[in-house]
C-alpha cells in the first residue's frame, strides 16, 4: 500500500443545507424552488396564513392558477421526502 499526504488548500465557511440537501432533496424548478420560498419567506404556510394564493401571485406577477401548480407540484415533491426520511 502505498503513503499519500493530503494537503488543505482553503477553508470556507459555508451553510449546512448549502452542503447536504441540495444531493438528498428532491429537485425543484426554478419557478417552483421560487414560488415555494417566496411563499414561506411572505408567510403562506404560517397558521393563521399571512398571505393568501391571491397575494402571493400579485407579488410573483403570475396567475393564481400558475402559483398554485408550482405549489403543489413543488408540495407533491417535497412532502413524500419529508415524510419518509425526516420523520
Known sequence: HEDFQIKLKSIQETKIDEIFLPHIMPKLSPKQKKV???AVKLG?????????????AKELKLSKQTVQQ???IAEKKLVPFLTENML
Open 36 to 38: 415555494i420560498e417566496l
Open 44 to 56: 403562506y404556510f404560517d397558521f393563521p396564513r399571512k398571505i393568501n394564493l391571491d397575494g402571493l
Open 70 to 72: 408550482h405549489l403543489r
